[in-house]
């Protein structure tokens, strides 16, 4: 598995080839789906989400996120990456589930080993 850190700007902000057991971040096994919006009641208790409120992360709303400390992960795509390198939504691969290129690179990733 491979994990990747976005920006120094966002310390919390990761790009993941695969969700996450524990979170890179606080190490809890707290890594849920992202929810995006108002949940229902059943969701909201339920615990297999992560609730990430009304207001999306942006560029991308996140595919994972952590419970216990709100840490944002993105599945490893061309598309997320092209968004979390800072390319507009017009410069965006057309597919999203392409596999990424192996030479493509986010300025400011380092990998973390996990």
């Not at 849920?32 to 229902?40: A, E, K, N």
């Amino acid at each position: 598995m491979r994990i990747y850190k976005c920006t120094e700007s966002q310390p919390h902000w990761y790009v993941a080839d695969r969700k996450p057991i524990k979170c890179v971040h606080c190490g809890k096994k707290e890594v849920r789906p992202s929810m995006f919006g108002m949940p229902t009641a059943e969701a909201a208790r339920s615990g297999k989400w992560h609730i990430a409120g009304c207001m999306p992360d942006m560029p991308e709303h996140r595919t994972w996120g952590c419970c216990n400390c709100n840490a944002a992960y993105w599945k490893d795509t061309p598309r997320n990456r092209a968004a979390l390198g800072g390319l507009v939504p017009w410069q965006w691969p057309d597919n999203p589930y392409d596999k990424p290129p192996k030479i493509y690179s986010v300025e400011q990733c380092e990998e973390i080993p996990f």
